[in-house]
């Protein structure tokens, strides 16, 4: 019995395919981790949040690479190290946090969901042939999105908000470069031991940050709900999801891989509703079946192409 489930099981892996069920597992566990993030900075800055769950992440990646004694990088293979850190964690991460500062958390969203529209023109201007339906269902999707946050539409026309609109737009092109530049340099060393240093590198440079404004809180005066979320954040979103995600970027297009970024803020919504009791209303229903909708287009293509 037991040999039959493992046979059904390893079938089905096989049917679905790894990477795709690598994709799903970044929709929706990256989507949790904005619920996480919610609590962590309840009791701290959101920088000195990002720092600490970067070093700690870093330092378990590392030191799960020394322990299995893995060579570390060489010559220019510390240049790619570096580049990346400032594109996926600082720049990336630092400015959205800080964006979010000066925008609502809805407007965030629907910037946030920008990033594959910035894959498709970028690789559309390196010369990269894209599928116009994958085009199109990507379209759709961010349609579906600013449905779900129709209430923060409005926003992009305060001019309040045009330093955090700026900041956050700023994030979304270097995360794109940012997962263009790691699709591309992957094979140069390895991608996981890669990814703690950029971790370490750039928690470092955060933290120096929120040191040298004066921003920070003791870390005795950090309470256990925040460790809890900043233990999960370090768990799920640093070292799993982040592990599914490198896998899924060299193993999809970049217009498949892109779209978890329509589907996280679609989870945290959710969860929202569940866990928090936030209003689910039916825009965010409405939003939620056209970026289905968008998806299927996107994964029809997929499957078009490989015939």
């Not at 400032?86 to 959205?96: A, C, K």
């Not at 956050?168 to 060393?189: M, P, Q």
């Not at 995600?245 to 970024?261: D, G, H, K, V």
Request: aromatic share 14%.
């Amino acid at each position: 019995m037991k040999t039959r489930l493992k046979n059904a099981f390893a079938s089905r892996i096989n049917a679905i395919g790894l990477p795709v069920l690598a994709l799903c597992w970044v929709c929706f566990f990256w989507g949790t981790t904005w619920i996480a993030s919610k609590e962590g900075v309840r009791h701290m800055p959101a920088l000195q949040l990002a720092g600490i769950r970067q070093f700690i992440g870093g330092i378990l990646y590392v030191a799960f690479f020394l322990y299995k004694k893995v060579p570390w990088p060489k010559g220019k293979q510390w240049k790619a190290i570096f580049i990346l850190s400032i594109l996926n964690f600082v720049l990336s991460n630092g400015l959205s946090t800080w964006g979010v500062k000066y925008i609502s958390s809805g407007l965030g969203a629907i910037i946030g969901a920008i990033f594959p529209l910035w894959i498709v023109f970028i690789s559309l201007f390196r010369g990269e042939r894209i599928a116009r339906l994958s085009v199109l269902g990507l379209i759709v999707s961010f349609s579906g999105v600013c449905v779900v946050f129709f209430d923060h539409l409005a926003d992009l026309l305060n001019p309040d908000f045009r330093f955090g609109i700026f900041l956050s737009l700023i994030a979304t092109v270097s995360w794109a470069f940012g997962s263009l530049y790691t699709k591309k340099k992957a094979t140069s060393f390895n991608p996981y031991f890669s990814l703690g240093l950029q971790m370490l590198i750039s928690s470092c440079i955060t933290l120096a940050i929120v040191g040298a404004t004066g921003t920070g809180v003791t870390i005795a005066s950090i309470p256990a709900n925040s460790w809890w979320a900043i233990g999960y954040l370090v768990i799920i979103g640093s070292v799993l999801t982040f592990i599914a995600f490198i896998y899924m970027l060299q193993r999809l297009p970049p217009e498949i891989n892109s779209i978890y970024a329509y589907m996280n803020p679609i989870v945290a919504v959710l969860l929202g509703a569940l866990i928090f009791g936030e209003p689910l209303t039916m825009s965010i229903v409405i939003g939620g079946c056209v970026t289905l909708c968008g998806l299927y287009l996107v994964n029809y293509s997929m499957r078009k192409s490989k015939m």
